[in-house]
């Protein structure tokens, strides 16, 4: 049984959609104030990357954990109506997975963070860091 109705529910979703958008945010800013400069939503590029530093032909995808289905315990699987968001969540893993190896074809790094990751400062901090001396250094990019 799902805990929330269906009006709830699709209030609930709503709620998570936008948290995805601000940990997008809360990565970018992050980024700047380390003196990276980036594009947004790069729609030319497979999967629409989120972050992209042309000159470093590095892109970052950030995920939001419900989405894209991570194994964590954020991603919280809705119990009821399972038939629509097993699904759906599926399809979204498979087109991540597509999109990111089109991207590697292309020649570029791919790194994949994950909302769950920069859910606090402190960590937010660690991913933003670990991120800029991968550029510096020009080592490949995350493991996803
Ligand atoms: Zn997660």
């Given at each position: 049984m799902d805990i929330f109705s269906p009006t709830k529910r699709?209030?609930?979703?709503?709620?998570?959609?936008?948290?995805?958008?601000?940990?997008?945010?809360?990565?970018?800013?992050?980024?700047?104030?380390?003196?990276?400069?980036?594009?947004?939503?790069?729609?030319?590029?497979?999967?629409?990357?989120?972050?992209?530093?042309?000159?470093?032909?590095?892109?970052?995808?950030?995920?939001?954990?419900?989405?894209?289905?991570?194994?964590?315990?954020?991603?919280?699987?809705?119990a009821s109506n399972t038939g629509y968001w097993l699904p759906?969540?599926?399809?979204?893993?498979?087109?991540?997975?597509?999109?990111?190896?089109?991207l590697r074809q292309l020649g570029w790094r791919v790194r994949?963070?994950?909302?769950?990751?920069?859910?606090?400062?402190?960590?937010?901090?660690?991913?933003?860091?670990?991120?800029?001396?991968?550029?510096?250094?020009?080592?490949?990019?995350?493991?996803?």
């Open positions: 699709s209030e609930v979703m709503s709620r998570i959609r936008s948290t995805d958008t601000k940990a997008e945010v809360r990565l970018r800013k992050a980024l700047f104030a380390r003196g990276l400069r980036y594009r947004k939503n790069v729609r030319q590029l497979p999967g629409t990357p989120d972050i992209v530093l042309p000159k470093h032909r590095y892109a970052i995808q950030v995920r939001g954990c419900f989405w894209h289905a991570h194994d964590c315990s954020r991603a919280n699987r809705p759906k969540l599926a399809r979204n893993v498979e087109r991540d997975l597509k999109s990111d190896e089109a994949i963070v994950w909302e769950c990751e920069i859910s606090s400062a402190k960590s937010l901090a660690t991913v933003a860091t670990s991120i800029a001396s991968e550029l510096q250094s020009g080592a490949p990019g995350g493991v996803a």
